[in-house]
């Protein structure tokens, strides 16, 4: 047998060639692999399936996140993909592998994270298992949401002429893992260190506890906006453009003055001597909502206050570009984050 | 903060302490923890959700389980669980964590079992997550299903005077992990050694190669026969047994000598001087049926060629007994595996 390193294909490549000569069976099964969510028919209703792994060491490290926020999180994800096909979450189920440093009181701390997601957004936690672990704790959660046939927004609907639009602002919890990794290596064997965090709560607070968009959702909905495509942005604006441009075989043009970034983005990127605009395109996991809507549509879209506009969508040929500041155009390329790099 | 052992609690009163103060909000939850599967109204339609963690180190060792079984029974439990509630299994979510020592072509071979039992039981990979893992294998999978509201049958349905059914034999499988670790402990530092597995291929089949029994439910319905209640028999006859008791609020008796047990399972047991009737009650991992029908079924149940019957629901106060051929009673006591003991 030959032997092929994962990380020469990465995450999206392991996955495509797993699954490209899958043929699906079912009538049942409208959509499987390749969208924020599975899309199932069951009676006419429209039945939305996702599923989140989060690994420590991997993606997640318990020397500064409290396992009540890990657990708030973790279901946050899962949601995020659900709003990103438009549809209403309704019920979990959570899997959890448990190393033997853990107790019953820390897993009671990491529900009671998971039972706020779930109080907040109404969903309900309906099944699961539970087994020990050899190393870490691991969370594998999968979220059912409910949405009507004319209610999903796929990531394949985008035409050109189309705008595109971001919810909230990019690069914040990007921003927020800096600080806190800075934190923990500055504090790193000394006992009363006292972190820094004064002034960048909402950096924290992006990278740690991230609320799913519901609120955009529901804007949407209330001025009669319907997206023609819908994603989430886990991976960065610039992997989840691409993903938009190559499922709606489309190009696109975002402009960087257009691109939301927080204050707070912006002085912790001026501090660390990094790239504000390279951390807002490409830092991730900011669970903000990345869509597209019909041109005729503009003035709806101006009006709305959990969203702007940031570029357009345009024929196939001619790419996919951020205009700089100056004008020039610079070809947009997926840098997000691989979890096959970073182990 | 106090620190509880999770292993004082055990899987099972782990759950309960976790969910036990959450009150489902959603009208499509009908039922959360505490069956098989979870049961969520769609639009009428039933549809059925379970999912399972398998851990490396945990629930399989490499050392003797090939990659692509692995991926065959990853799915197979799964839809085990949706048999059990009498539900038909649909769609699969697949994820996985690796670390570095798997390359891509150990993935495929995972997946090419996997895409067998899909094949197999017509089921459809509709999605997932695949992530670089710090140590070892993790394999969770979640599976949809659907039924009517007819034909569910939950754990809690047994009545006094119901007959007490279950489908192929016991023990098997948990005697082929017995002859696995045989050899493998006779193998160890040996460069050319060859195990001895002649004769005994069905228990290595029952422990690597579990198939849920579809046949079951299929044989069921061409009799006629619904059952009252139902479960998979996965942590061993006697817990399995037990919470069918407690849900339905019922006792029972199962008679020592209707226990089935393969030729292979017996001649094993004797090998390895282990108690056989022990083993075939405790042994966990068979993936059979058990069932209770009604009294007056008798005769349709006595035709069934892919399950016999064990015993009959008692009146609670009678406890839950099996009748040793000497006709003592010994009290039914749960010995199944617990994840947390053997960490």
């Given at each position: 047998m030959s032997e092929t390193e994962i990380s020469t294909l990465g995450e999206f490549g392991l996955i495509e060639s797993l699954t490209r000569d899958f043929k699906v069976k079912n009538a049942s099964t409208l959509r499987g692999v390749g969208d924020d969510c599975a899309v199932l028919n069951y009676d006419g209703k429209r039945v939305l399936v996702t599923t989140d792994?989060?690994?420590?060491?991997?993606?997640?490290?318990?020397?500064?996140?409290?396992?009540?926020?890990?657990?708030?999180?973790?279901?946050?994800?899962?949601?995020?993909?659900?709003?990103?096909?438009?549809?209403?979450?309704?019920q979990i189920t959570v899997s959890l592998g448990i190393s033997k440093r853990f107790t019953v009181e820390h897993i009671n701390e990491l529900y009671s994270g998971i039972y706020a997601a779930c109080e907040k957004y109404g969903v309900d936690l309906v099944g699961g298992d539970t087994s020990a672990s050899v190393t870490g704790l691991l969370i594998s959660i999968t979220c059912i949401g409910e949405a009507t046939e004319e209610e999903i927004v796929y990531r394949s609907g985008a035409h050109d002429t189309d705008l595109i639009c971001v919810s909230g602002d990019l690069g914040t919890a990007y921003m927020g893992l800096q600080l806190l990794e800075r934190e923990r290596v500055a504090g790193a064997g000394q006992k009363d260190f006292q972190p820094d965090f004064a002034g960048r709560e909402y950096l924290l607070e992006r990278q740690l506890k991230p609320e799913p968009r519901a609120d955009v959702i529901a804007?949407?909905?209330?001025?009669?906006?319907?997206?023609?495509?819908?994603?989430?942005?886990?991976?960065?604006?610039?992997?989840?453009?691409?993903?938009?441009?190559?499922?709606?075989?489309?190009?696109c043009r975002v402009y960087e003055d257009r691109i939301p970034i927080d204050y707070q983005t912006a002085v912790m990127a001026e501090e660390l001597n990094m790239n504000l605009v390279t951390a807002a395109m490409n830092g991730g996991e900011d669970y903000e909502l990345l869509f597209t809507v019909p041109l005729p549509q503009h003035e709806k879209v101006e009006q709305m206050k959990t969203a702007r506009l940031i570029g357009r969508i345009t024929k196939p040929e001619l790419g996919a570009y951020m205009v700089a500041r100056d004008d020039t155009e610079l070809e947009i390329r997926a840098q997000g984050w691989n979890a096959f790099d970073n182990a």
């Open positions: 792994l989060l690994l420590e060491g991997i993606h997640f490290d318990l020397t500064y996140t409290p396992l009540k926020h890990l657990g708030y999180k973790a279901v946050a994800v899962n949601l995020s993909d659900i709003y990103a096909m438009n549809g209403t979450p309704r804007e949407l909905r209330e001025l009669g906006i319907k997206p023609t495509a819908m994603m989430d942005v886990s991976d960065g604006l610039s992997s989840e453009l691409l993903h938009i441009c190559k499922e709606s075989g489309v190009g």
